[in-house]
């Protein structure tokens, strides 16, 4: 009877033989010990299967945000040359791309200095009571544009929903039975022209 704690294995010749070997070549004091290694590799196999599986969740859900994860700890394969003639992403590609960038959905150190770069820059910043939108000013003179023809309930995907429910949140649009959807810095330049 084996001491408490311990417990009895009957192994096949060979297979006692294999764990002889290894015994032998990585210095192991006994076939417990090999087999506590064997143990010990299998759950950092499991370990580094379950890490893949995160990373790919992970990856899954970068992309589902619309960007993709920085690789820092794989090499790049391009040539000096090629990393040469890459032009750098500037804030104007990502807006030509996404049209509508609100500032709560990125974390920026200081708001004010990236808001005042996307103005130097030429992009639309329109500022709300909850939110700041900065915006493609291509997509934004069409946004404009499109919207007035549009009815009291709109349908509208992507950006342009994303841009109408932002001017709508923060009271900077609203519908007029007559005029249909009225800016309010329109509406109140209006005003200013007929009572200034």
Known sequence: MPRRGYRNVTLREELFSRLEELRKRYGFSGIPDVIAYLVNVEEMCRACRDLASLRSAVEQL??????????????????PAEQQRRKPVTLMDVLRERKVQLLSEIRVRNPDRFVERARELGA?????????????????????????????????????????????????????????????????ASFEETYG
């Open 62 to 79: 970068v992309n589902t945000l619309g960007s993709q994860p920085q690789r820092r700890s794989e090499p790049q394969h391009t040539k």
């Open 124 to 188: 639309v910043v329109i500022e709300g009571a909850r939110d700041t939108a900065i915006v493609d000013p291509v997509f934004w003179s069409e946004f404009r544009e499109r919207v007035r023809g549009l009815p009291r309930e709109p349908s509208l995907r992507g950006a342009e929903e994303k841009m109408f429910r932002f001017l709508r949140e923060n009271a900077l649009i609203y519908f007029d039975s007559s005029r249909g959807w009225v800016f309010v810095d329109e509406d109140v």
